[in-house]
Protein backbone atom coordinates (compact mmCIF):
# COMPACT_ATOMS: atom_id res chain seq x y z
CA UNK A 1 0.00 0.00 0.00
CA UNK A 2 1.54 3.16 -0.71
CA UNK A 3 -0.92 6.34 -0.60
CA UNK A 4 1.52 9.01 0.09
CA UNK A 5 0.41 10.92 3.49
CA UNK A 6 0.41 14.30 2.07
CA UNK A 7 -2.10 15.09 -1.14
CA UNK A 8 -1.84 18.15 -3.13
CA UNK A 9 -5.06 17.76 -4.29
CA UNK A 10 -8.06 18.18 -2.73
CA UNK A 11 -11.51 17.60 -3.59
CA UNK A 12 -14.52 19.81 -1.14
CA UNK A 13 -11.45 20.78 0.70
CA UNK A 14 -10.51 17.56 1.71
CA UNK A 15 -7.33 15.28 0.76
CA UNK A 16 -8.08 13.28 -2.47
CA UNK A 17 -5.73 10.35 -3.80
CA UNK A 18 -5.77 7.22 -6.46
CA UNK A 19 -6.41 5.04 -3.65
CA UNK A 20 -7.64 1.70 -4.43
CA UNK A 21 -8.06 -0.96 -1.59
CA UNK A 22 -7.58 -3.90 -4.35
CA UNK A 23 -3.94 -3.85 -4.28
CA UNK A 24 -1.89 -6.16 -2.94
CA UNK A 25 1.31 -5.57 -0.57
CA UNK A 26 3.83 -6.83 1.66
CA UNK A 27 2.32 -8.46 4.66
CA UNK A 28 0.67 -6.17 6.41
CA UNK A 29 1.05 -2.94 4.78
CA UNK A 30 -2.59 -2.33 4.34
CA UNK A 31 -3.12 -2.20 8.54
CA UNK A 32 -0.09 0.11 8.64
CA UNK A 33 -1.44 2.18 5.80
CA UNK A 34 -4.72 2.60 7.79
CA UNK A 35 -2.73 3.28 11.27
CA UNK A 36 -0.82 6.32 9.02
CA UNK A 37 -3.94 7.60 7.56
CA UNK A 38 -5.39 7.87 10.52
CA UNK A 39 -2.24 9.30 12.50
CA UNK A 40 -2.34 12.17 9.72
CA UNK A 41 -5.96 12.46 8.31
CA UNK A 42 -9.59 13.59 9.13
CA UNK A 43 -10.80 11.37 6.38
CA UNK A 44 -9.81 11.38 2.64
CA UNK A 45 -11.82 11.09 -0.75
CA UNK A 46 -10.54 8.62 -3.02
CA UNK A 47 -10.68 9.12 -6.33
CA UNK A 48 -10.92 5.57 -7.97
CA UNK A 49 -13.36 5.09 -10.49
CA UNK A 50 -16.56 7.16 -9.36
CA UNK A 51 -14.79 8.56 -6.26
CA UNK A 52 -15.69 7.43 -2.58
CA UNK A 53 -14.91 8.79 1.02
CA UNK A 54 -13.03 7.21 3.25
CA UNK A 55 -13.76 7.34 6.61
CA UNK A 56 -9.94 7.26 9.33
CA UNK A 57 -11.73 8.08 12.97
CA UNK A 58 -12.06 4.95 14.39
CA UNK A 59 -15.37 6.07 16.51
CA UNK A 60 -17.12 7.60 13.36
CA UNK A 61 -16.31 4.55 11.83
CA UNK A 62 -18.23 2.87 14.58
CA UNK A 63 -21.54 5.09 14.44
CA UNK A 64 -21.60 5.23 10.78
CA UNK A 65 -22.18 1.49 11.33
CA UNK A 66 -24.90 1.88 13.64
CA UNK A 67 -26.28 4.41 11.71
CA UNK A 68 -28.58 2.58 9.31
CA UNK A 69 -30.66 5.29 8.32
CA UNK A 70 -27.99 7.76 6.88
CA UNK A 71 -25.65 4.77 5.89
CA UNK A 72 -27.78 1.79 3.35
CA UNK A 73 -26.28 -1.62 2.64
CA UNK A 74 -28.11 -1.41 -0.96
CA UNK A 75 -24.73 -0.88 -1.84
CA UNK A 76 -21.80 -2.22 0.57
CA UNK A 77 -18.77 -2.26 -2.26
CA UNK A 78 -17.03 1.34 -2.42
CA UNK A 79 -16.27 0.78 -6.16
CA UNK A 80 -20.00 0.16 -6.68
CA UNK A 81 -22.60 2.38 -5.99
CA UNK A 82 -25.11 0.59 -7.90
CA UNK A 83 -24.99 -3.34 -7.88
CA UNK A 84 -26.72 -5.18 -10.18
CA UNK A 85 -26.67 -8.57 -7.31
CA UNK A 86 -28.48 -8.42 -4.04
CA UNK A 87 -26.50 -10.39 -1.40
CA UNK A 88 -29.10 -11.31 2.16
CA UNK A 89 -28.79 -10.21 4.81
CA UNK A 90 -26.13 -8.07 4.02
CA UNK A 91 -27.74 -5.72 1.58
CA UNK A 92 -31.25 -5.18 2.99
CA UNK A 93 -31.93 -2.36 5.19
CA UNK A 94 -34.18 -2.66 8.26
CA UNK A 95 -37.38 -3.31 8.64
CA UNK A 96 -36.66 -6.10 6.58
CA UNK A 97 -33.31 -6.64 7.30
CA UNK A 98 -34.47 -7.41 10.61
CA UNK A 99 -36.93 -10.06 9.67
CA UNK A 100 -34.00 -11.95 8.26
CA UNK A 101 -31.79 -11.97 11.08
CA UNK A 102 -35.02 -13.42 12.96
CA UNK A 103 -35.29 -15.93 10.93
CA UNK A 104 -31.74 -16.96 10.45
CA UNK A 105 -30.91 -16.76 14.41
CA UNK A 106 -31.44 -20.18 15.64
CA UNK A 107 -28.62 -21.65 12.55
CA UNK A 108 -26.41 -19.12 13.77
CA UNK A 109 -27.05 -18.64 17.50
CA UNK A 110 -24.36 -19.28 20.63
CA UNK A 111 -26.42 -23.13 20.95
CA UNK A 112 -26.27 -23.92 17.83
CA UNK A 113 -22.47 -23.38 17.68
CA UNK A 114 -21.86 -24.75 20.45
CA UNK A 115 -24.06 -28.53 19.43
CA UNK A 116 -21.49 -28.67 16.78
CA UNK A 117 -18.38 -28.14 18.22
CA UNK A 118 -17.52 -32.14 18.32
CA UNK A 119 -17.89 -32.21 14.83
CA UNK A 120 -16.07 -28.87 13.78
CA UNK A 121 -13.50 -30.36 16.26
CA UNK A 122 -13.46 -33.58 14.82
CA UNK A 123 -12.53 -31.91 11.35
CA UNK A 124 -9.66 -30.46 12.14
CA UNK A 125 -7.89 -32.93 14.00
CA UNK A 126 -8.84 -35.30 10.63
CA UNK A 127 -6.93 -32.48 8.38
CA UNK A 128 -3.91 -31.42 11.18
CA UNK A 129 -3.79 -35.39 11.22
CA UNK A 130 -2.87 -35.19 7.77
CA UNK A 131 0.04 -32.62 8.10
CA UNK A 132 1.44 -33.09 11.37
CA UNK A 133 3.66 -35.84 10.57
CA UNK A 134 5.33 -34.25 7.34
CA UNK A 135 7.39 -31.22 8.64
CA UNK A 136 6.31 -28.56 6.67
CA UNK A 137 3.13 -27.48 4.81
CA UNK A 138 1.60 -24.66 2.30
CA UNK A 139 -0.47 -23.85 5.58
CA UNK A 140 -3.00 -21.90 3.57
CA UNK A 141 -3.42 -24.44 0.67
CA UNK A 142 -3.64 -27.37 3.20
CA UNK A 143 -5.58 -26.36 6.05
CA UNK A 144 -6.84 -22.88 6.99
CA UNK A 145 -8.90 -22.70 3.62
CA UNK A 146 -9.76 -26.16 4.10
CA UNK A 147 -10.77 -26.56 7.22
CA UNK A 148 -13.58 -23.26 7.93
CA UNK A 149 -14.86 -24.31 4.41
CA UNK A 150 -15.62 -27.96 5.07
CA UNK A 151 -17.66 -26.58 7.84
CA UNK A 152 -19.81 -24.27 5.91
CA UNK A 153 -20.25 -26.25 3.07
CA UNK A 154 -21.94 -28.56 5.95
CA UNK A 155 -24.08 -26.09 7.46
CA UNK A 156 -25.33 -25.54 3.99
CA UNK A 157 -25.72 -29.37 3.52
CA UNK A 158 -23.10 -29.18 0.05
CA UNK A 159 -21.21 -32.58 -1.33
CA UNK A 160 -17.62 -32.62 0.16
CA UNK A 161 -16.32 -33.53 -3.26
CA UNK A 162 -16.89 -29.88 -4.49
CA UNK A 163 -14.41 -27.81 -1.88
CA UNK A 164 -11.63 -27.65 -4.53
CA UNK A 165 -13.76 -26.24 -6.67
CA UNK A 166 -15.47 -23.62 -3.86
CA UNK A 167 -12.07 -22.32 -3.29
CA UNK A 168 -11.56 -21.82 -6.75
CA UNK A 169 -14.47 -19.54 -6.94
CA UNK A 170 -13.54 -17.89 -3.40
CA UNK A 171 -10.02 -16.97 -5.11
CA UNK A 172 -11.62 -15.39 -8.23
CA UNK A 173 -14.30 -13.46 -6.50
CA UNK A 174 -12.23 -11.95 -3.53
CA UNK A 175 -8.60 -12.22 -3.98
CA UNK A 176 -7.82 -11.28 -7.58
CA UNK A 177 -5.96 -7.80 -8.27
CA UNK A 178 -6.78 -4.69 -10.46
CA UNK A 179 -4.32 -6.27 -12.79
CA UNK A 180 -5.88 -9.78 -12.82
CA UNK A 181 -9.16 -8.51 -13.37
CA UNK A 182 -9.05 -4.69 -14.89
CA UNK A 183 -13.09 -5.06 -15.81
CA UNK A 184 -14.41 -7.18 -13.05
CA UNK A 185 -15.35 -9.88 -15.58
CA UNK A 186 -13.38 -12.92 -14.70
CA UNK A 187 -15.06 -11.56 -10.87
CA UNK A 188 -18.37 -11.55 -12.52
CA UNK A 189 -17.99 -15.19 -14.59
CA UNK A 190 -16.85 -16.92 -11.20
CA UNK A 191 -20.60 -15.21 -9.41
CA UNK A 192 -22.18 -16.49 -12.50
CA UNK A 193 -20.50 -20.01 -11.82
CA UNK A 194 -21.93 -19.86 -8.34
CA UNK A 195 -25.13 -18.94 -8.79
CA UNK A 196 -25.65 -21.40 -11.22
CA UNK A 197 -24.09 -24.08 -8.85
CA UNK A 198 -27.03 -22.83 -5.67
CA UNK A 199 -29.71 -22.80 -8.71
CA UNK A 200 -29.25 -26.89 -8.75
CA UNK A 201 -28.53 -27.02 -5.20
CA UNK A 202 -31.82 -25.28 -4.41
CA UNK A 203 -34.11 -27.22 -7.20
CA UNK A 204 -32.73 -30.46 -5.35
CA UNK A 205 -33.67 -29.53 -1.90
CA UNK A 206 -36.46 -28.70 -3.61
CA UNK A 207 -37.39 -32.48 -4.65
CA UNK A 208 -35.92 -33.21 -1.62
CA UNK A 209 -35.65 -31.36 1.26
CA UNK A 210 -32.76 -32.40 3.59
CA UNK A 211 -31.74 -31.06 7.25
CA UNK A 212 -29.54 -28.21 6.18
CA UNK A 213 -30.36 -24.31 6.07
CA UNK A 214 -31.08 -24.31 2.95
CA UNK A 215 -33.89 -26.31 2.99
CA UNK A 216 -35.03 -24.96 6.12
CA UNK A 217 -34.93 -21.43 4.37
CA UNK A 218 -37.44 -22.88 1.91
CA UNK A 219 -40.16 -23.25 4.69
CA UNK A 220 -39.67 -19.45 5.92
CA UNK A 221 -41.76 -16.99 5.01
CA UNK A 222 -42.08 -13.47 5.58
CA UNK A 223 -44.76 -11.12 6.05
CA UNK A 224 -47.14 -13.84 4.94
CA UNK A 225 -44.95 -14.59 1.92
CA UNK A 226 -42.78 -17.27 1.48
CA UNK A 227 -39.37 -16.84 0.96
CA UNK A 228 -39.10 -16.27 -2.99
CA UNK A 229 -36.61 -18.47 -4.95
CA UNK A 230 -34.54 -15.23 -5.93
CA UNK A 231 -34.33 -14.37 -2.05
CA UNK A 232 -32.82 -18.19 -1.63
CA UNK A 233 -30.48 -16.95 -3.54
CA UNK A 234 -29.63 -14.18 -2.48
CA UNK A 235 -29.02 -15.83 0.71
CA UNK A 236 -26.66 -18.40 -0.68
CA UNK A 237 -24.79 -16.27 -2.39
CA UNK A 238 -23.83 -14.20 0.83
CA UNK A 239 -23.01 -17.29 2.92
CA UNK A 240 -20.99 -17.77 0.34
CA UNK A 241 -18.86 -14.70 0.69
CA UNK A 242 -19.12 -14.23 4.01
CA UNK A 243 -18.24 -17.67 5.39
CA UNK A 244 -15.60 -18.81 3.28
CA UNK A 245 -13.26 -16.62 2.99
CA UNK A 246 -13.00 -14.68 6.53
CA UNK A 247 -11.37 -17.50 9.03
CA UNK A 248 -9.47 -18.85 6.47
CA UNK A 249 -7.85 -15.19 6.32
CA UNK A 250 -8.09 -15.13 10.61
CA UNK A 251 -6.55 -18.55 10.47
CA UNK A 252 -3.71 -17.54 8.62
CA UNK A 253 -2.86 -14.52 10.55
CA UNK A 254 -2.89 -16.61 13.28
CA UNK A 255 0.04 -18.65 12.00
CA UNK A 256 1.69 -15.97 11.13
CA UNK A 257 1.09 -14.46 14.25
CA UNK A 258 2.62 -17.46 16.33
CA UNK A 259 5.52 -18.30 13.82
CA UNK A 260 6.79 -14.71 14.22
CA UNK A 261 6.16 -14.15 18.02
CA UNK A 262 7.50 -17.94 19.58
CA UNK A 263 7.34 -16.53 23.04
CA UNK A 264 3.60 -16.19 22.49
CA UNK A 265 3.59 -19.61 21.08
CA UNK A 266 4.72 -20.71 24.00
CA UNK A 267 2.58 -19.24 26.13
CA UNK A 268 -0.61 -20.40 24.69
CA UNK A 269 0.70 -24.11 24.47
CA UNK A 270 1.93 -24.12 27.89
CA UNK A 271 -1.49 -22.58 28.90
CA UNK A 272 -4.56 -23.18 26.52
CA UNK A 273 -6.77 -21.27 28.42
CA UNK A 274 -5.15 -18.21 26.74
CA UNK A 275 -6.43 -19.24 23.52
CA UNK A 276 -9.45 -17.58 23.74
CA UNK A 277 -7.90 -14.13 24.00
CA UNK A 278 -5.35 -14.72 21.80
CA UNK A 279 -8.36 -15.08 19.11
CA UNK A 280 -9.71 -11.75 20.15
CA UNK A 281 -6.68 -10.44 19.79
CA UNK A 282 -5.60 -11.38 16.90
CA UNK A 283 -9.67 -10.75 15.03
CA UNK A 284 -8.87 -7.28 16.34
CA UNK A 285 -5.11 -6.28 15.42
CA UNK A 286 -5.08 -7.74 11.87
CA UNK A 287 -8.81 -6.87 10.84
CA UNK A 288 -8.63 -7.54 7.68
CA UNK A 289 -12.51 -5.96 6.38
CA UNK A 290 -12.85 -3.73 5.35
CA UNK A 291 -16.90 -2.87 5.06
CA UNK A 292 -18.36 -0.19 2.86
CA UNK A 293 -22.39 1.42 2.61
CA UNK A 294 -24.19 4.12 0.64
CA UNK A 295 -25.20 7.22 2.00
CA UNK A 296 -29.08 7.82 1.14
CA UNK A 297 -29.05 11.73 3.01
CA UNK A 298 -26.36 14.72 2.74
CA UNK A 299 -24.28 14.15 6.14
CA UNK A 300 -20.79 14.34 7.83
CA UNK A 301 -19.16 11.75 8.79
CA UNK A 302 -15.49 11.58 10.39
CA UNK A 303 -14.45 15.14 8.55
CA UNK A 304 -16.27 13.82 5.22
CA UNK A 305 -18.89 15.84 3.39
CA UNK A 306 -20.83 13.19 2.31
CA UNK A 307 -23.91 13.43 -0.32
CA UNK A 308 -26.86 11.26 -0.99
CA UNK A 309 -26.09 8.81 -2.96
CA UNK A 310 -22.09 8.41 -2.54
CA UNK A 311 -20.17 5.28 -1.10
CA UNK A 312 -18.39 5.59 2.53
CA UNK A 313 -15.34 3.68 3.02
CA UNK A 314 -15.37 2.12 6.68
CA UNK A 315 -12.18 0.41 7.94
CA UNK A 316 -12.40 -1.64 11.08
CA UNK A 317 -8.62 -1.43 10.89
CA UNK A 318 -8.74 2.12 12.48
CA UNK A 319 -11.11 1.27 15.23
CA UNK A 320 -9.89 -1.93 16.35
CA UNK A 321 -5.92 -0.07 16.09
CA UNK A 322 -6.72 3.00 17.56
CA UNK A 323 -4.50 4.22 19.91
CA UNK A 324 -7.03 6.02 21.82
CA UNK A 325 -9.24 3.06 22.71
CA UNK A 326 -6.03 0.07 23.60
CA UNK A 327 -3.34 0.56 24.99
CA UNK A 328 -0.25 -0.59 22.97
CA UNK A 329 -3.26 -0.78 20.12
CA UNK A 330 -0.85 -2.87 17.41
CA UNK A 331 0.21 -5.45 19.98
CA UNK A 332 -1.63 -8.90 20.10
CA UNK A 333 -1.66 -9.25 23.79
CA UNK A 334 -2.48 -12.29 25.57
CA UNK A 335 -3.37 -10.71 28.67
CA UNK A 336 -5.33 -8.00 27.49
CA UNK A 337 -8.69 -7.27 29.71
CA UNK A 338 -10.29 -5.12 26.94
CA UNK A 339 -10.58 -7.59 24.34
CA UNK A 340 -13.57 -5.77 22.88
CA UNK A 341 -13.17 -4.74 19.30
CA UNK A 342 -15.11 -4.17 15.82
CA UNK A 343 -13.72 -7.14 13.86
CA UNK A 344 -17.12 -8.90 13.31
CA UNK A 345 -18.64 -4.41 12.30
CA UNK A 346 -21.21 -2.90 14.39
CA UNK A 347 -24.56 -2.02 14.16
CA UNK A 348 -27.71 -4.33 12.76
CA UNK A 349 -25.36 -6.42 10.08
CA UNK A 350 -22.74 -7.34 12.63
CA UNK A 351 -21.62 -10.97 12.35
CA UNK A 352 -23.94 -13.57 11.91
CA UNK A 353 -21.61 -16.31 11.80
CA UNK A 354 -19.23 -15.05 15.09
CA UNK A 355 -20.21 -17.78 17.07
CA UNK A 356 -19.51 -19.89 14.69
CA UNK A 357 -16.42 -18.01 13.60
CA UNK A 358 -14.83 -17.83 17.20
CA UNK A 359 -15.22 -21.64 17.64
CA UNK A 360 -13.55 -22.61 14.64
CA UNK A 361 -10.74 -20.67 15.23
CA UNK A 362 -10.59 -21.51 18.49
CA UNK A 363 -10.64 -25.35 17.94
CA UNK A 364 -7.94 -24.74 15.29
CA UNK A 365 -5.54 -23.46 17.65
CA UNK A 366 -5.75 -25.54 20.28
CA UNK A 367 -5.88 -28.83 17.94
CA UNK A 368 -2.94 -27.60 16.14
CA UNK A 369 -0.90 -26.69 18.85
CA UNK A 370 -1.63 -29.82 20.79
CA UNK A 371 -0.63 -31.80 17.94
CA UNK A 372 2.54 -29.34 16.34
CA UNK A 373 3.58 -26.75 18.96
CA UNK A 374 6.62 -25.95 17.20
CA UNK A 375 6.82 -24.04 14.00
CA UNK A 376 8.52 -21.35 12.33
CA UNK A 377 7.97 -19.81 9.03
CA UNK A 378 10.08 -21.19 5.80
CA UNK A 379 12.96 -19.49 4.87
CA UNK A 380 12.85 -17.44 1.89
CA UNK A 381 9.59 -16.48 1.57
CA UNK A 382 8.31 -12.78 0.21
CA UNK A 383 4.83 -12.88 2.29
CA UNK A 384 2.11 -10.38 0.59
CA UNK A 385 -1.39 -9.62 1.60
CA UNK A 386 -3.87 -9.44 -0.64
CA UNK A 387 -6.09 -6.26 -1.05
CA UNK A 388 -9.99 -6.04 -0.49
CA UNK A 389 -9.90 -8.35 1.91
CA UNK A 390 -6.76 -8.47 3.79
CA UNK A 391 -4.96 -12.02 4.09
CA UNK A 392 -1.88 -13.37 3.48
CA UNK A 393 -1.39 -14.87 -0.79
CA UNK A 394 0.68 -17.67 0.79
CA UNK A 395 1.85 -19.27 4.20
CA UNK A 396 4.74 -22.01 4.26
CA UNK A 397 5.76 -23.41 8.28
CA UNK A 398 8.39 -25.54 9.31
CA UNK A 399 8.24 -28.30 12.32
C1 LIG B 1 -13.19 -14.53 11.45
C2 LIG B 1 -14.27 -14.69 10.73
C3 LIG B 1 -15.25 -13.62 10.36
C4 LIG B 1 -15.10 -12.27 10.34
C5 LIG B 1 -13.88 -11.44 10.72
C6 LIG B 1 -16.37 -11.72 9.89
C7 LIG B 1 -16.63 -10.38 9.75
C8 LIG B 1 -17.86 -9.86 9.40
C9 LIG B 1 -18.15 -8.46 9.34
C10 LIG B 1 -17.17 -7.33 9.62
C11 LIG B 1 -19.45 -8.32 8.98
C12 LIG B 1 -20.22 -7.02 8.80
C13 LIG B 1 -20.08 -6.49 7.41
C14 LIG B 1 -20.71 -5.12 7.25
O1 LIG B 1 -20.96 -4.42 8.23
O2 LIG B 1 -20.96 -4.74 6.09
C15 LIG B 1 -19.98 -9.66 8.78
C16 LIG B 1 -21.26 -9.93 8.39
C17 LIG B 1 -21.74 -11.20 8.19
N1 LIG B 1 -21.08 -12.39 8.44
FE1 LIG B 1 -19.21 -12.59 9.16
N2 LIG B 1 -17.23 -12.74 9.63
C18 LIG B 1 -16.60 -13.93 9.91
C19 LIG B 1 -17.11 -15.20 9.77
C20 LIG B 1 -18.38 -15.51 9.33
C21 LIG B 1 -18.91 -16.83 9.17
C22 LIG B 1 -18.14 -18.12 9.45
C23 LIG B 1 -20.19 -16.70 8.70
C24 LIG B 1 -21.21 -17.73 8.32
C25 LIG B 1 -21.03 -18.97 8.10
C26 LIG B 1 -20.46 -15.29 8.60
C27 LIG B 1 -21.65 -14.77 8.20
C28 LIG B 1 -21.92 -13.41 8.13
C29 LIG B 1 -23.20 -12.89 7.67
C30 LIG B 1 -24.40 -13.69 7.22
C31 LIG B 1 -23.07 -11.50 7.70
C32 LIG B 1 -24.12 -10.46 7.30
C33 LIG B 1 -24.93 -10.07 8.49
C34 LIG B 1 -25.99 -9.05 8.16
O3 LIG B 1 -25.95 -8.44 7.10
O4 LIG B 1 -26.87 -8.87 9.00
N3 LIG B 1 -19.35 -14.60 8.98
N4 LIG B 1 -18.99 -10.57 9.06
Known amino acids: MSTPVDSDSTYEGVPAYDFDNRTPGPVLSHQQHWDRMAASHNGFRSTVASGFWVVTDGPAIQRALQDWRTFSNTSVTALNPDPQFLWIPEMLDPPVHTKWRRLLGADFSPKTAANSEAEVRELAIELIDELSGRGSADVLGEFTRRFPTKVVMRLLGLPEQDLD ?235
Request: charged share 25%.
Open 165 to 399: TFLGWVHEILHLTHEQDPDGSRQLAAIAEVSAYFEEQITARREQPRDDLISRAMTWSIDGEQISHGDLHALCLLLFQAGFDTVPITLGWTFYHFATHPEQRREIVADPSLIGTAVEEILRVYSPVIPARKAVRDTEVGGCPVKSGEMVMLPLSVTNRDPERYENPLEVDLHRTNTDHVAFGSGPHRCLGSHLARLELNVAVQEWHKRIPDYRLAPGQDLQETGNMYGLTSLRLEW
